[in-house]
């Protein structure tokens, strides 16, 4: 079983900043992180950043010069560096990654973490 483990939410005044952390841990052949997603009270889940296994990556148009995604592969972490905070930027967010059990494995399964909480007080 895969498990992802988001960190690094909090509290924050508009304009800071705010590193998250995603972990994946488990058995697994293959990792590929997908992105950082949120989900705002009363609204549907979002994608925030993306990256591809080439590591290219890709922004919400609300986010892009704010918001970082990068990834260590060594560790079996994605990161998402958020600067100039908004209290719009306000919401759980979640990282999202597709992994293969085994080298055979014809089809990739879907993880999410739990989530970690981000609010920008204005």
């Known amino acids: 079983q895969v498990r992802l483990v988001e960190s690094g939410g909090g509290l924050v005044q508009a304009g800071g900043s705010l590193r998250l952390s995603c972990v994946a841990s488990?058995?697994?052949?293959?990792?590929?992180?997908k992105g950082w997603y949120r989900q705002a009270p009363g609204k549907p889940r979002e994608l925030v950043a993306g990256?591809?296994?080439?590591?290219?990556?890709n922004y919400a148009d609300s986010v892009k010069g704010r918001f970082t995604i990068s990834r260590d592969n060594a560790k079996n972490t994605v990161y998402l560096q958020m600067n100039s905070l908004k209290p719009e930027d306000t919401a759980v967010y979640y990282c999202?990654?597709?992994?293969?059990?085994?080298?055979?494995?014809?089809?990739?399964?879907?993880?999410w973490g739990q989530g970690t909480q981000v609010t920008v007080s204005s």
């Open positions: 999202n990654a597709e992994t293969y059990a085994s080298r055979f494995s014809s089809s990739a399964t879907e993880n």
């Open positions: 488990g058995r697994f052949f293959r990792l590929n992180f």
């Open positions: 990256i591809t296994s080439s590591g290219d990556t």
